[in-house]
């Protein structure tokens, strides 16, 4: 039996292999952004970086719940 991640980090291989960045990448982006809004945050990775609506969310949520 496999302990695969669940929640927002089940989405993370998927996006280091679409998008060519890793993870701790795009959670320095978001934290350096002067927004502070999930859905804020969501909308500038999707308009400004390209990411699909999914991946979007489930780095800002991952981000965000580190505090």
Do not use: C
């Not at 890793?22 to 969501?42: C, D, G």
């Amino acid at each position: 039996m496999t302990d695969a991640p669940t929640g927002p980090a089940s989405y993370f291989p998927s996006i280091e292999k679409r998008y060519g960045r890793p993870v701790a990448a795009w959670q320095e982006l978001i934290r350096a952004s002067p927004l502070t809004k999930h859905r804020e945050l969501v909308t500038w990775l999707k308009t400004e970086h390209g990411l699909g609506h999914g991946h979007a969310n489930a780095l800002v949520a991952a981000t965000l719940a580190e505090g």
